[in-house]
């Protein structure tokens, strides 16, 4: 965990400021998946900032807490989180997207620091997530795999192979974290391809579940804390109940969709109203 | 904050290949499934949470009932839609090009092509599409399905050249793997005496030069480059292969065979694997040793970003392809 500093800003605005980052790198490209950037946010600010060992100055240190980002298009969020834990200067993300860019619109670890493995054909991470807690444990590493997958990648096969390897192995350094947004590319989660009940599913392959109000930070910080500290063995997940486009009203009483189209003047609205819940 | 300059940004899973004033036509795919759907009731769609994405949508909402939604489940597309027609049914499987290839190749294989079944598998995102990463670009499809046998292989040019195949390729026996275009499609072959035919290459223009053979996007490419060309008084010939495999090995032959012209092969893929190197291992078989060049996506994981950086930077832009063969003739 970061140093707990006197004046260190609270967890609400760390997510606030997150959401900012985001928007920003939203308005300097015009588009993005800011909807789902809003939505994380708070799930993000309290791995960063209430969960993970890591330093700003060396994101390769042995040491870290590892995050993987299996869902390559949530990389607008996981940069506004990379800023704000300052691993990625907040000056470098107006190039997000942009030619040439570190930030590239879809998540590779080749092209950011603090970017641990390349996400975006989806499906994958949880896979990668259970040979590095299985590489951590050769190491006799304390370190913890937090993953990040969607609820579309619990379409994918591989999702449920890698469930039931992390139980077989007991991997208890695995925290996956599910962010059940409620959408995927064809729409509502649920009309695409049911996976209800979903931690008695995720329970039924031997694993700590939790289901939370995944935009209500102090059921985070229990459900992290829970999770990080159960002495059950085996890997751990916590099911995360967002709401896209959380944190901006207008955006988000829009209809939704996979693609939240923002028109060009609503971005500097969105961060006037964010700027403007600055505590 | 005031609204940042417009710069070259990446085109995300929105973006329309068209140039800005081409002709276009939405959705030529989901159009053309649709029609023929009225007269023949085996076909069904089905989809791996890209029916959108892929303009099946068109179909779903014109039949509601025959589309399948499996959800974001590429191996599970596969077998399921092998099983559908083993049952009678002929579905038609749209995703990605990537997760086709990459991740359901083995279902593909084994499910669908090694019992020859009535599979079509229409995937967006052929080649390099989108500027989004490796994750998304398809540079080695065709080298993929090229290794399967059985599998019929297209690249359509245009929307005139996708509705045109898609009544084609349902005809067919056995299965097929077409590349897509989706969305606002450009429309360019309409202006030619051209109609897709399944295995047979085209000759748009004659040219006495170069004879480029390319399929895809870079017929479009090709075309657009030989009018480049034209006011430098080089002949460029454009000979349309969509059928990658089977290749029409007559055509291709007897336009390699003519004299005096260097041979081009232009291709959305990585020069390993494709149309370029089918072509080439063709002439090579039947003893042509033209002059031989090959515009095609470099052996790399491609850079993300703006797509008209890209064709540039990897040579598949109209301009590149102009300059490239002003170099090589
Ligand atoms: C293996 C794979 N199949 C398909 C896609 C295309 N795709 C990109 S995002 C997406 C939706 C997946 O659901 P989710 O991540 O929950 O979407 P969101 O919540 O962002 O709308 C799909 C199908 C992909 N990236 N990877
Ligand atoms: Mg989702």
């Known amino acids: ?71 390559g298009h949530y990389a607008i969020a996981l940069y506004a989180a990379l800023a704000e834990a300052g691993i990625v200067p907040v000056s470098e993300l107006d190039t997000y997207g942009s030619d ?128 990080r500290n159960a002495t059950v063995a085996g890997p751990r997940v916590i099911i995360c109940d967002t709401r896209m486009a959380r944190g901006v009203p207008f955006l988000e009483a829009r209809e939704k969709s ?22 | 904050m005031t609204a940042a300059p417009r710069r070259a940004t990446t085109s995300a899973m929105i973006a329309s290949l068209a ?33 959108k994405y892929t303009d099946l949508h068109v179909f779903a909402e014109r039949f509601p009932d025959r589309f399948y939604q499996m959800g974001m489940a590429e191996q599970l597309l596969m077998g399921a839609a092998a099983g559908m027609a083993r049952e009678g049914f002929m579905p038609f499987a749209t995703t990605y090009a990537v997760f086709a290839s990459r991740r359901a190749y083995d279902f593909i294989c084994m499910a669908i092509a090694e019992e020859h079944l ?72 309409d202006e030619y005496d051209y109609r897709f035919e399944l295995g047979r290459a085209a000759m748009l223009r004659d040219g006495a030069d170069v004879l480029v053979i ?17 006011a430098d008084r080089i002949g460029a010939a454009v000979l349309h292969s969509p059928t990658i495999k089977p290749l029409d090995t007559e055509t291709i032959l007897a336009a390699a065979a003519r004299p005096g012209r260097l041979v081009v092969v ?7 694997g494709g149309l370029g190197e089918a072509v080439a291992a063709l002439l090579l078989r039947h003893g042509h040793g033209p002059r031989f060049r090959q515009i095609a996506l470099p052996d790399r994981f491609l850079d993300a970003g703006a797509l008209p950086t890209l064709h540039d930077r990897y040579g598949i832009s109209t301009t590149e392809v102009a300059r490239r063969i002003r170099e090589w003739l």
């Open chain 2, 266 to 272: 232009a291709e959305n893929h990585s020069e390993i």
């Open chain 1, 258 to 279: 996979h693609f939240l189209r923002v028109e060009p003047h609503e971005w500097a609205d969105a961060i006037r109203l964010v700027e403007g819940a600055a505590p």
């Open chain 2, 214 to 230: 390319s399929s895809g996007i870079m017929t479009m490419r090709a075309l657009e480059a030989a009018k480049l060309l034209e």
């Open chain 1, 100 to 227: 040439d860019s570190r930030l590239p619109m879809s998540g590779m670890a080749a092209y950011t620091p603090g970017m641990e493995i390349t996400g975006g054909s989806l499906g994958q991470g949880l896979t990668v997530a259970v040979g590095m807690c299985l590489g951590l444990k050769r190491k006799a590493s304390r370190s913890l795999v937090y993953t990040l997958l969607s609820d579309g990648e619990l379409n994918e096969g591989a999702t449920w192979e890698a469930a039931m390897s992390a139980a077989h192995w007991s991997l208890d350094n695995l925290v996956a974290l599910v962010d059940v947004n409620q959408m995927q590319a064809d729409g509502r989660s649920s009309s695409v391809l049911g996976f209800e009940p979903l931690a008695e599913k995720w329970r039924a392959f031997g694993w700590h579940a939790q289901r939370v109000d995944g935009n209500d930070i102090p059921s985070l910080v229990a459900a992290f804390d829970a999770a």
């Open chain 2, 19 to 51: 140039a800005e004033g081409q002709r276009t036509a939405p959705a030529p795919f989901g159009h053309a499934l649709s029609r023929l759907a009225e007269t023949d009731d085996r076909i069904v769609g089905m989809t791996a949470d890209l029916g």
């Open chain 1, 1 to 71: 965990m970061p140093p707990a500093l006197a004046n260190a800003p609270t967890l609400p605005e760390r997510a606030r400021r997150i959401r900012l980052h985001a928007l920003r790198m939203g308005e300097v490209q015009g588009q993005g998946y800011i909807a789902q950037a809003l939505g994380i946010a708070d799930v993000l600010a309290v791995a960063y900032f209430h969960a993970m060992s890591f330093r700003a100055e060396d994101p390769a240190w042995e040491g870290r807490d590892r995050f993987l980002l299996s869902i």
């Open chain 2, 118 to 189: 009535p599979v079509r598998i229409v995937c967006a995102l052929p080649g390099l599409t989108t500027g989004y990463g490796p994750s998304h670009q398809a540079t080695e499809d065709l080298a993929i399905f090229r290794g399967m046998p059985g599998m019929t292989i297209i690249d359509p040019c245009d929307a005139h050249d996708i509705a045109g195949a898609v009544p084609a390729i349902a005809a067919h026996p056995g299965p097929v793997y077409m590349r897509l275009l989706r969305g606002n499609v450009p429309l360019v072959l």
